[in-house]
């Protein structure tokens, strides 16, 4: 099961990055259908397209990718406040577009998806960010992600 939340968290990954450099040209549905119908990444340490298009996802996988696609597009709003009140001196606009997908995946877990611990959104975000990211993107969405869940935590009880 965590294997297909990897595979879904790193989809989800790719379809939200895309939609950032595409800046509202397309519709996040029309990409993601897009997107799993018709490519497939071999399970390698840069995650390379396959030419093959007998790979498939598993359902699991794919169910995981389109609810943190279109959790993240719907909350986007409220996810971006989130990580705009921790990122001190960081606009959203100043981080790097893989650190964002990723920060913005992780933030939508922590708040909309308590059945996942927040360690392991945060273990999964760091993993993640060291396969696509910068070598400083760990440290700082690690950094970041521990205040989300805290904060979050924090709502939680009160």
């Known amino acids: 099961m965590s294997n297909n939340r990897r595979v879904g968290r790193e989809y989800a990954l790719k379809v939200l990055?895309?939609?950032?450099?595409?800046?509202?040209?397309v519709q996040a549905d029309q990409l993601l259908?897009?997107?799993?119908?018709?490519?497939?990444f071999a399970d390698d340490v840069l995650g390379e397209p396959l030419d093959a298009g007998d790979v498939s996802l598993t359902t699991a996988a794919r169910l995981f990718t389109e609810q943190i696609v279109n959790g993240?597009?719907?909350y986007r709003s409220v996810i971006d406040k989130n990580?705009?009140?921790?990122?001190k001196n960081w606009s959203l606009e100043r981080m790097a577009p893989v650190d964002l997908s990723i920060l913005r995946i992780a933030t939508f877990e922590i708040l909309y998806q308590p059945d996942t611990p927040a360690a392991v959104v945060i273990d999964e975000a760091i993993e993640i960010s060291k396969r696509y990211g910068t070598k400083d993107s760990p440290s700082f969405i690690n950094g970041l992600l521990d205040k989300i869940a805290k904060n979050a935590r924090t709502i939680n009880r009160s």
């Open 83 to 87: 990580i705009a009140e921790v990122a």
């Open 33 to 40: 259908a897009t997107f799993l119908n018709n490519f497939h």
């Open 17 to 25: 990055f895309a939609l950032q450099l595409d800046k509202g040209q």
């Open 72 to 74: 993240v597009v719907e």
